[in-house]
């Protein structure tokens, strides 16, 4: 077997599973046998000794009369049990020549012991005599049949273990391959499932209970997948488009350039539009770079205790001079202040004033409002101009989204990762960015912490 088979094996849970369940049924199995092989020695060993202290009885009431041996001598020396009369530690009489371990001899505080003689099993018991302290009687008997037996019994014990754990292996193994079933089926259904076909759902109402709650859990991530595979194709053919055009434009003026010979102010004119086109690529591509890693915690922050009604009215004076040419004005109100990146807030909030300004109807004022909640700082950019229909809300703030679908280049639009960079940069800062538009009022609302 390989490496990589082995390895397999041993990363198979249906294999681990097997062996799991022959382990427990040998382990079990062993126990009970073990038990059992107790409990059978133990059942030997006291039916001897209630049969020899019934023996004994006999014994003790005859009181060892001094016509015991001749007696009863007799009647000990032609039965199984064996006699020892033990008078301070000698052997006062004996029934046969059967030599007794010294250390059993001596100490009479052992009651029971066993042992071999010319490879004959004994096992006997200690008796004291009454009214007289310093004899004992010992009677023994031979065990042989029972040696042989137990051996024998341990011997098929053994046997039964091994052929009960083999086959509760093969069994384990019928019924973990027929419990693993469901998820080959699962295996089976998630095969089907590729890029042309993220649209497949299992039903879970066809798996055990066990697997159900995977099943919904495979339903929701094949859900997300397929949306962010949408929007990943979406993207790129966004990327294409934006960086069509403006290249599409160069190409195109260049081409008339050379046509025919131009002047040198026709050249310097298709300069500069060309300079303008490749300034438009440069800051789609940074701006794209800078999302990228804003998405990723890439982006290195600064943080700071910030003032932010000088930020924004900086602002507002510059984008005022921008907007000029509409006459938009911009009313900034409110004071609060934030701990945070100073360059990224200023960029993210110069981002929502400049969608307002471009947005807004002409000669209107845009109105931006500072306010402190508890430990939440918020800033609202309210202009007046076209309402955004309720159902491009939820996407206004996705990448190159833009609610006019015709994407004229204008002057004045973007690329629309704008407002994509704005919230991303406010969830850097554990904050959000909300919108509202209805009757002509739209609402670009920033909440960050404080602190």
């Known amino acids: 077997m390989s490496k990589n088979n082995g390895n397999r094996l041993f990363n198979s849970m249906s294999a681990k ?51 015991f041996i001749a007696k009863y001598g007799t009647f000990f020396e032609l039965g199984e049990t064996k006699l020892w009369l033990i008078d301070s530690g000698d052997i006062h009489y004996q029934t046969e020549e059967i030599a007794l371990p010294d250390h059993y001899l001596s100490n009479r505080s052992i009651k029971s012991f066993d042992w071999q003689e010319n490879g004959v099993r004994y096992r006997a018991f200690r008796f004291p005599v009454d009214k007289e302290p310093d004899v004992d009687v010992i009677l023994g008997i031979n065990i042989n049949h029972q040696h ?35 998820v080959k089926h699962l295996e089976e259904h998630m095969q089907q499932i590729s890029t042309e076909k993220l649209d497949l759902r299992i039903e879970p109402a066809l798996f055990p209970s066990e697997l ?45 350039i050379l046509a025919h010979p131009r002047t040198s102010e026709e050249y310097q004119e298709s300069l500069i539009s060309t300079s ?47 907007g000029d040419e509409k006459g938009v004005t911009i009313n900034l109100t409110g004071s609060g202040t934030v701990h945070g990146d100073k360059e990224m807030l200023k960029r993210a909030l110069g981002n929502l004033i400049s969608n307002a300004v471009r947005h807004s109807d002409n000669n209107e004022a845009i109105n931006v409002q500072i306010s402190q909640i508890n430990n939440t700082t918020k800033v609202a950019v309210i202009n007046k101009g076209e309402t955004i ?19 004229m280049h204008r002057a004045t639009a973007g690329a629309g990762l704008g407002l994509a960079i704005a919230r991303s940069i406010a969830k850097i800062h554990h904050g959000d960015i909300l919108v509202r538009s209805d009757n002509g009022i739209t609402s670009f609302i920033l909440s960050v912490p404080k602190s």
């Open 212 to 256: 159900q709650q995977l099943v919904v859990v495979s339903n929701d991530m094949l859900s997300r997948l397929e949306k962010e595979f949408e929007r990943l194709s979406e993207y790129s053919s966004d990327i294409a488009h934006e960086l069509r055009t403006p290249i599409s434009n160069m190409m195109t003026q260049t081409q008339v």
């Open 17 to 67: 599973l097997i062996v799991s369940f022959f382990t427990a049924s040998l382990l079990v199995l062993c126990a009970l046998s073990t038990v059992t092989l107790y409990h059978l020695k133990r059942h030997f060993h006291e039916q001897d000794r209630y049969t020899l202290e019934q023996k004994f009885n006999t014994i003790n009431i005859l009181q060892l009369q001094n016509d």
């Open 389 to 407: 229909p309720a159902e491009y809300l939820p996407y206004i703030f996705e990448r190159f989204y833009r609610v006019d679908k015709a994407r």
């Open 276 to 322: 303008e086109e490749l300034s438009r690529l440069t800051k789609t591509i940074t701006d794209m770079l800078y999302l990228a890693k804003s998405e990723h915690n890439l982006l290195q922050t600064d943080n700071e205790d910030i003032d932010l009604y000088p930020l924004i009215e900086d602002l507002a004076e510059y984008y005022e001079l921008a």
């Open 148 to 182: 042989v037996f137990l051996t024998s019994f341990t011997t098929v014990l053994i046997w039964t273990t091994l052929f009960a754990s083999i086959v509760s292996g093969f069994l384990g193994w019928l019924i973990v391959r027929r419990g693993m079933r469901p």
